[in-house]
């Protein structure tokens, strides 16, 4: 390679890193495997030591001298007071043995103590105890500041918001740093993802993704539902600093202070030791109840800790990862299959997906027909062909994807996969819009398209129409009576019936059943719409919000965004905010919700429940300063839950001053006034009814 070519794949896949980093931490929606992403990352270091003036003529900021960042918009940032670093990984025996001779030249010891644990596939999470008592959690952002998720982590069932001062245990410290892991059980992710599928709704990928997601949602009423757990193994900032002297010891003392900690955590001696252990570890954790993707391996004394330090350290104002610990990943299970041939999938909106259809093969317990190539762009990469033997994976629970070609294996007469250029559903060019890899048909009135489009808003997390289901509406469609939603509300008896005599009963029902539809609820409609990104929990945030579906189709993004980027609508963010305002941008869209309205249905509104019952119902509250563990918004939305509205400046009127750190001259005003002032607190106790 030359150092021009050098610089070009550098700069090629720093871009590509950069946006898997993007999508994994931000959006923890991955998609390539991890073990893809390492191997890229891997080579982009490798690169960059190997041609070091390539790398640095490519340019400052590549992310293999970052963490990734997962800060989301939506949140109070929050320091941390040590660095969160990450792990470096390791893939084989050869990498860790070097691993260890590093510590044992730079330690002057031959055989040294490490703990091994098992790796948590889940989202990083830091806790901050302050005189016992849980008052922050944090994630682990760009690792000096990240996203303050208190509110949420509070709800997590099994979590202390006190530490418990046991004889079996150190002191409890004035100030202490956890760091531990959230994530869901398999049980968990089915059941939610059991509950998509009756919503209609798209699958969630993986439990790690769905935790990660689940973390950083602005509605805690949500997180609440899905049971999140936590494990916490790792130690940050410590004040007085001489608490434990060893990981072993801080494993202990975490279960001593009544913390959920690892159940299995071993301390060995020597590199061997530890590889056994990690083998071991491989074997028992198929019954593990969560997903692991590794062992994480320590130096097990907090001094030699101290002596190995950080990668990064010094030459950087920022630490990387620690030289005294990795993880071990283990390689993802495969198997090999002949891809017999790729069919086009036809979705809702129009997106062509294309599907392996492979030779069968038994691949984690369960037997494997068919696996996702996401897009034209994926195969393309990755050089798919008809009559290939590809590598299918699942990792935990991931739904199976192609991750590669074995091309040894690949016969002369297999030929470059050509993404169809048009729809194999109505023959219409397909097209692809700016920004995105996905490919469409353009065509509104695609059959395939329209039959998607009706069932789901007919399906039960829809208007719920009983008798319509897929075979019905596909018999609609193909006789022509359907064309668009409204249709199903001007179906003639006379032309159903030609459906054959014997049906005369079962269509009376069906036709009773689509008149009594019209009288749905307010959020099955929004949800029957069929909107980007908008599932039935958003459908009902929005129905509570706007009240019908013309206030709705109305709305401009400054209605659910604020001007710092803050969302006005409990559990809806930005993405959603602009995919429902792009989607009545189209006048097809508006004329959807006209012409139902024109044939005669009447969402119902939820009630304007004004809970009258609470100690700030009909009160005005005026928020000052920052507090303790409520955003603003979070607030704002409890407030109004409970009946009381939001001022922004005091008046005599004004009900409570709640007031946090840092309030200024509306606190002082208040105090002038006499208008009561309270805490966080105070505030909740109120909410609590006390
Ligand atoms: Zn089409």
Known sequence: MTPTEAQDRISQLRAEVARHDELYYRHA?????????????????????????????????????????????????ARHLMAMTTLENTYDEAELREFDDRLVKLIGRPALDYTVEPKIDGASI??????????????????????????????????????????????????????????????????????????GAERYANPRNLAAGTLKQLDSALVAERRLEVVLYGLGYCQPSTVVSSQAAWHQAIKAWGLPGLERVTRVTGVDAVLAEIRKLDTERAAFPYATDGAVVKLDDFGQQREAGYRGEGERARKLSPRWACAYKFAPERAEARLNQITIQVGRTGVLTPVAELEPVQLAGTTVARATLHNRDEIARKDIRVGDYVWVEKAGEI?????????????????????????????????????????????????????????????????????????????????????????????????????????????????????????????????GLGITHVGAAAA?????????????????????????????????????????????????????????????????????????????????????????????????ARIEAAGGKVSSSVSKKTSYVLAGAEAGSKLDKARTLGVTVIDEAAFLALLAGG
């Open 29 to 77: 929606t991955p998609e390539m495997p991890d073990y893809d992403y390492d191997r890229l990352k891997r080579e982009l270091a490798d690169l960059e030591r190997e041609f070091p003036a390539a790398a640095l003529a490519a340019g400052e900021g590549s992310p293999t001298q970052s963490i990734g960042d997962d800060r989301a918009q939506g949140f109070v940032r």
């Open 126 to 199: 830091s806790l901050t105890y302050e005189e016992g008592r849980l008052v922050r959690a944090v994630t682990r952002g760009d690792g000096e500041e990240g996203d303050d998720v208190t509110v949420n982590v509070r709800t997590i069932r099994g979590l202390p918001h006190r530490l418990k001062a046991s004889p079996e245990g150190p002191p409890v410290p004035e100030r202490v740093e956890i760091r531990g892991e959230i994530f869901l059980r398999f049980d968990e992710f089915n059941r939610i993802n059991q509950e998509q599928d009756d919503l």
């Open 399 to 527: 739904i199976p994807a192609v991750i590669g070609v074995n091309l040894a294996r690949r016969a002369p007469e297999c030929v470059p996969y050509s993404f169809p250029t048009h729809c194999p559903a109505c023959g219409t060019p397909a097209e692809q819009r700016e920004g995105e890899v996905a490919w469409r048909c353009p065509n509104d009135d695609c059959p395939v398209q329209v039959r998607r489009r009706v069932q789901h808003f007919a399906a039960k997390s829809g208007v719920d129409i009983d008798g319509l289901g897929e075979a019905m509406v596909d018999s609609l469609v193909a006789k022509g009576w359907v064309h668009r939603v409204p249709d199903i509300y001007r179906l003639r008896r006379d032309d159903l019936l030609t459906l054959g005599k014997s049906v005369a009963k079962s269509m009376d029902k069906l036709l009773a059943a689509i008149e009594a539809s019209k009288r749905a609820e307010l959020w099955r409609f929004i949800h």
């Open 540 to 636: 009902k945030d929005l129905a509570a919000h706007f009240g019908g579906l013309e206030r709705l189709a109305e709305a401009k993004f400054t209605d659910f965004i604020g001007e710092k980027g803050e969302s006005l609508i409990p559990g809806i963010g930005e993405t959603m905010a602009l995919a429902i305002v792009t989607f009545f941008n189209e006048p097809r869209h508006r004329a959807l919700v006209s012409d139902l309205l024109a044939v005669g249905v009447q969402p119902v509104a939820p009630e304007k429940n004004k809970p009258t019952g609470t100690a700030l119902a009909g009160k005005t509250v005026v928020l000052t300063g920052t507090l303790p563990t409520l955003t603003r918004e979070e607030a704002t």
